[in-house]
Nanobody, 126 residues
Framework: QVQLVESGGGLVQAGGSLRLSCAAS????????MGWFRQAPGKAREFVAT??????????AYADSVKGRFTISRDNAKNTVYLQMNSLKPEDTAVYYC?????????????????WGQGTQVTVSS
């Protein structure tokens, strides 16, 4: 089992940047497929980015809405996954969640991930 704790959220102006961190304990993140999802008020949780296990070369994928602006990465020595968010837009405002799963097939589906953090709020003002 793995426990996940997100941090790094906050209030930022449009065009600004934030870096979210997801610290894992209990297991090493290198053996899990990791994902970032977000949920805005009144909306369903949506996929943001994912990175596969180190054994599969740590391949990444992004939602079209964040491609070119967000970057997911992992630091296995720190057992942490990051989401660097640049050129933020008001529509990026949401609670951001980190998730972990094993042998994830549908990488963009929240149901594929067994472990979740508590979330961190990101608010982008216009």
């Amino acid at each position: 089992q793995v426990q996940l704790v997100e941090s790094g959220g906050g209030l930022v102006q449009a065009g600004g940047s934030l870096r979210l961190s997801c610290a894992a304990s209990g297991r090493t993140v290198s053996s899990y497929d990791m994902g970032w999802f977000r949920q805005a008020p009144g909306k369903a949780r949506e996929f943001v980015a994912t990175i596969t296990t180190i054994s599969t070369s740590g391949g990444t994928a992004y939602a079209d809405s964040v491609k070119g602006r967000f970057t997911i990465s992992r630091d296995n020595a720190k057992n942490t996954v990051y989401l660097q968010m640049n050129s933020l837009k008001p529509e990026d405002t949401a609670v951001y969640y980190c998730a972990a799963g094993r042998s994830v097939v549908l990488r963009r589906s929240p149901s594929q991930y067994a472990y979740w953090g508590q979330g961190t709020q990101v608010t982008v003002s216009s």
